[in-house]
């Protein structure tokens, strides 16, 4: 057997009894834990406004393309958002019904905090039921953490 391959031969046991040993550095994914720490919804000037309060964060690494969903009752209309979030119509009445965010990438335990102002509360006197659902582009080791919902009677 010539030389060369003898080596190659080396090489490819030596790497082959290595991996079976499990020595060979560990292969580690990329992810994150990206979840929403809080919501709560106040009753503002009497009813008039409903503020919604949103508190989104990172534990365990960077997260790529953070976005949040808050699902808002039906027959409540968008007053006012931060940067990077926009209303989405619903089917009833011309109302919006959820807000979109894109909050982009999150550091190592990044805390971000979203202030929603909503119109008050619609003709019924049913309660008002708040959701949010915060997501990633980053695998999420702990999805059950990234959903929060809030009623208001």
Same mark, same amino acid.
């Given at each position: 057997m010539p030389v060369r391959a003898f080596v190659l031969v080396a090489i490819f046991v030596?790497? %082959? !009894?290595?991996?079976?040993?499990?020595?060979?550095a560990p292969q580690h994914?990329?992810?994150s834990d990206v979840s929403v720490r809080a919501l709560e919804v106040t009753m503002l000037k009497g009813g008039t406004t409903i503020a919604a309060?949103?508190? %989104? !964060?990172t534990d365990s690494g960077e997260a790529r393309g953070v976005r949040v969903e808050v699902m808002l009752p039906?027959?409540?209309?968008v007053v006012s958002l931060p940067d990077g979030c926009r209303p989405s119509p619903s089917p009833v009445m011309s109302l919006n019904a959820r807000v979109s965010c894109s909050l982009g990438d999150l550091r190592v335990?990044?805390?971000?905090e979203l202030s929603i102002v909503t119109t008050g509360r619609p003709a019924t006197r049913d309660p008002l039921s708040f959701a949010v659902f915060a997501f990633s582009d980053t695998p999420d080791p702990r999805p059950a953490n990234n959903f929060v919902e809030r009623t208001v009677p």
């Open positions: 030596t790497f %082959v !009894a290595v991996v079976r040993r499990g020595d060979a994914a990329w992810q309060r949103v508190v %989104v !964060a039906l027959g409540v209309g335990r990044e805390i971000r």
